[in-house]
């Protein structure tokens, strides 16, 4: 098990998973290691690659935020709602999801500029390797408590 597993494992078997902003700023900064580590980024490439990836990030949570105020909490009471309610709470689920898949592509139009190719394919491995460690550590937390 690498350093960066053991760090993981460590992190995640202390928190609660409340969720709150302190713990998500734990994981992130977990995650820039994780990230930098499995990419091997140079300083130059490091210099130009963050603030990409930064931007990116905050887009994508910015539309996540969006989706889950304006669709998600509504999608609880489906029974409740109109035909006509329904039909624009699809379409603008359906518009949200075209807004992530323009902001996914221009992100990595925009990041293979800046690292390889390869890394740039890398960094989809790792943002997974990543996720799927953090559930790992939390399934395995949960059932242990």
């Given amino acids: 098990m690498n350093k960066l ?6 992190f995640v078997s202390t928190i609660s998973f409340g969720q709150r902003n302190q713990d998500w700023e734990k994981i992130n900064t977990l ?3 994780f990230i930098t580590e499995k990419l091997s980024l140079s ?24 989706s889950h105020h304006q669709i998600k ?8 709602l109109s035909e006509i309610e329904s ?16 902001l996914d592509n221009d992100f990595l139009k925009k990041v293979s500029k800046v690292i390889s190719a390869k890394k740039t394919l890398l960094l989809l491995r790792s943002e997974e390797e990543f996720k799927r460690q953090l559930m790992k550590q939390y399934r395995q937390n949960k059932g242990g408590k």
Avoid at 87 to 102: D, S
């Fill in 43 to 66: 300083s130059k490439e490091a210099q130009e690659f963050w603030p990409v990836y930064n931007e990116y990030q905050e887009k994508r949570n910015a539309l996540r935020k969006k």
């Fill in 31 to 33: 995650k820039v290691a």
């Fill in 73 to 80: 909490s509504k999608i609880k009471d489906a029974d409740s």
């Fill in 5 to 10: 597993a053991i760090i993981i494992f460590l």
């Fill in 87 to 102: 039909e624009k709470l699809l379409a603008l689920h359906m518009q949200i999801e075209e807004e992530e898949e323009v």
